[in-house]
């Protein structure tokens, strides 16, 4: 691949995990103390954001936690290549900007900015796609056919195929996971859950290429560090991810998807419920003749919620779906992921539509209900 992933370490893949998982949920209380002593904390009184789920003065610095996970895990499991060192940059930069934002908002198009960032730094230090599986015919559409070479500081090469659907995926993901962080527990439950489905696609793919050793590694690390923040952020959540922890989760697991032989396929399908949602507020945002970038309460957990949901059955319902659609993505090929991605786009966007056009029964929602 494009990557500069070495091979892995032969060791246990559920140690990585398990160190993480104990650094992170170890992490956690302390960036709480962290967090209300600094103020990064989130009071609907004195900071509305349209949609916001909870009440009360909760932290929102959940991104520094979850960052000391996956840095702690990548540096005492990961070999240092340049690729690692992009990962480890683009995570630093999102957290701090994350924090920054937990303790007073960012502007919109200065976060948006910093994702193009942090996505562009790690496709600069390796991660492309140089190919992907056609769905219609099974084939291979090879990406790394147009490579651009110059000179700075040694000769470089910029295959721009690769890169530029590279960069366009990370920063997608990026968004996608944020947009579907709105519910205690909902947005660490599935994150964990889509790591892991992707992890072993990557194992699958270890005999015929150990690099991919590594990879699965990667996303050990990835599943267990927000699998550690899970217990502070189910209802009723003690932390939120802030938005340091929402584009940690997008960046990683679009990296995940890149690195696992480029399965874009895969990731998309297991990432189907907040891709579905993402497609369909940008729609609608346009439409409406709003800023897509700005946020308001017409995401698939906030019409859940008005149906009368409570928060622990909308964060079931995200973890359940990414489940069934990670099982399906690791046993179907790449024709039939594009017929039940199809079916998932069909299914969730006809119940949005009927939610906000033809619906008119739901109930007031109980925030505090769980």
Not at 44 to 59: D, E, L, S
Not at 63 to 84: D, E, H, R, Y
Not at 168 to 183: K, P
Not at 218 to 245: D, E, R, S, T
Request: aromatic share 10%; net charge positive; charged share 10%.
């Amino acid at each position: 691949t494009h990557s500069n992933f070495t091979v892995g370490f032969p060791m246990n893949i559920i140690l990585p995990f398990i160190i993480t998982t104990l650094l992170t949920c170890s992490a956690t209380p302390l960036v709480i103390r962290i967090a209300h002593r600094f103020g990064f904390v989130d009071d609907p009184k004195k900071r509305f954001h349209p949609a916001h789920t909870h009440k009360g003065i909760i932290p929102r610095a959940g991104g520094l936690a979850l960052s000391i996970g996956i840095i702690g895990g990548i540096l005492l499991f990961l070999p240092v290549t340049k690729l690692i060192m992009g990962i480890l940059l683009g995570s630093l930069l999102l957290t701090i900007v994350g924090l920054a934002d937990d303790k007073k908002d960012v502007n919109p198009y200065l976060r948006f900015s910093s994702n193009a960032l942090a996505a562009a730094v790690v496709v600069g230090l390796g991660a492309g796609i140089p190919y992907i599986t056609n769905p219609f015919t099974g084939g291979v559409l090879h990406l790394d056919t147009w490579r651009i070479s110059f000179e700075l500081f040694g000769r470089h090469s910029i295959l721009v195929w690769a890169d530029v659907l590279a960069f366009l995926w990370i920063l997608w993901t990026m968004n996608i996971v944020g947009w579907s962080a709105g519910v205690d527990g909902q947005m660490p439950g599935f994150v964990t859950i889509s790591a892991i489905v992707l992890g072993i696609l990557s194992l699958r793919f270890s005999l015929a290429d150990p690099s991919q050793m590594t990879v699965t590694i990667f996303a050990a690390i990835v599943a267990g560090a927000f699998f550690g923040f899970l217990p502070w952020n189910v209802y009723p959540q003690k932390i939120m991810p802030g938005y340091g922890g929402k584009t940690l989760a997008g960046f990683l697991l679009g990296l995940l998807g890149i690195l696992s032989y480029g399965k874009l396929g895969t990731a998309l399908l297991v990432l189907g419920v907040p891709m579905i949602d993402a497609v369909y507020t940008l729609i609608r945002r346009i439409g409406k003749r709003k800023s897509p970038v700005l946020a308001d309460r017409g995401h698939l957990h906030h019409r859940l919620l008005d149906l009368g949901w409570g928060k622990r059955r909308v964060a079931l319902f995200y973890w359940t779906v990414s489940a069934i659609l990670g099982a399906i993505a690791l046993t179907v090929r790449s024709q039939e992921k594009l017929f039940v991605l199809l079916l998932t786009v069909a299914g969730i966007g006809g119940f949005l539509l009927w939610i906000n056009y033809f619906s008119q029964l739901s109930k007031p929602q109980d925030p505090d209900s769980g």
